[in-house]
């Protein structure tokens, strides 16, 4: 259920105002349960609430990791157990591709040596550089800058070798601080010419799968099910393409602008179209609802 009609995007106070009418909710991680260092207090209490009247939940990542290793990495940050028995990851996505259609394949994995859960126990061989790939499994960068990657990539490129990206994000708050993600090589690669599969938000499979795993019929109604994040670009782009409603955080990666978008509200509580364009950027997917943070 893609804001498409012209509505304006509603702001709500809290999740409960709109609990009564889902049956599933999909939620962010990153930015909306924590920020890379500590769990969101509220956050994590509104999913409790949320479960105690019904409603099932999911936690839905780009993280480039194997679901088991964030669902340790929530617990560690001090979420709840129970909280994580459902957690999809970009990262376990791309993994599971590898395995129905690279089966001992030449793969380099394109990211840092503390990435490489995501290509353990996988069937292939993994190879040192990418001018000897014949696929490349992209978790994080190799340089810091992203333009340093084009040459790196070049040969790979002009071969066809296909680039699966772990994580889509192209970039993230660590803290206070903002890191670029794999996401922005995957367009780099797109922009090369070079082909790439993209895992995790704003594809709609990645959100399909959620429904999946709770055990949700396949044609649930759109309206029931709600997309939780703070990214434009992933989490409501996601939602929109798979007819799903959404909650944007806009006191995450967008968390500048939430004073002038808070100032731009109307009487009803609302943010006009005309205003969420000239605010966050014309054509951006709209939510159905916002609030700054998520909090039951």
């Known amino acids: 259920m893609a804001n498409l009609d012209g509505s304006p995007v509603q702001h709500i106070r809290g999740l409960s ?23 969101n207090s509220q956050a994590v209490h509104a999913i409790e609430a949320l479960r105690e009247t019904g409603v099932a939940s999911v936690f839905l990542s780009n993280a480039p990791r194997p679901r088991y290793h964030v669902r340790d ?18 990262g376990g ?3 599971d591709a590898v395995r129905q259609e690279f089966d001992g394949a030449k793969l380099y994995h394109l990211g840092p040596e503390g990435d490489s859960n995501t290509v353990d126990e996988l069937p292939i061989e993994e190879v040192t550089h ?11 960068l190799d340089f810091r800058e992203i333009e340093n ?31 670029t993600c794999a996401g922005a090589v995957a367009d780099l690669y797109e922009e090369m ?41 992933t989490d409501i782009a996601g939602a929109e393409a798979a007819g799903f409603n959404s909650l944007f955080i806009a006191g995450g990666i967008h968390r500048e602008e939430w004073p002038s978008i808070e100032g731009a509200l109307d009487s009803n ?19 159905g609802f916002m609030m700054k943070n998520l909090v039951w």
Request: hydrophobic share 40%; aromatic share 6%.
């Open 269 to 287: 509580d609302t943010l006009s179209v005309d205003m969420f364009e000239k605010l966050l950027g014309p054509g951006k997917p709209r939510p």
């Open 130 to 140: 990418p001018d000897f790939a014949e696929v490349i499994l992209a978790t994080d």
């Open 193 to 233: 010419g070079g082909p790439v599969s993209w895992f995790g938000k704003p594809t709609p499979e990645s959100l399909q799968t959620c429904v999946k795993e709770r055990g949700l019929p396949a044609d649930t109604a759109g309206d029931k099910i709600l997309m939780i994040g703070d990214s434009l670009q």
């Open 17 to 39: 105002e709109i609990a009564p009418s889902l049956s599933l909710v999909i939620c962010d991680l990153w930015g909306v349960m924590h920020n890379g260092l500590k769990a």
């Open 73 to 90: 990495q929530l617990i560690g940050m001090g979420v709840p157990p129970v909280l994580t028995d459902f957690v999809v990851t970009s």
């Open 149 to 179: 990657h084009r040459n790196w990539l070049k040969r790979a490129c002009e071969r066809g070798v296909p680039l699966l990206c772990a994580n889509p994000d192209r970039v993230v708050h660590v803290g206070d601080k903002l890191y």
């Open 93 to 95: 996505l791309a993994r």
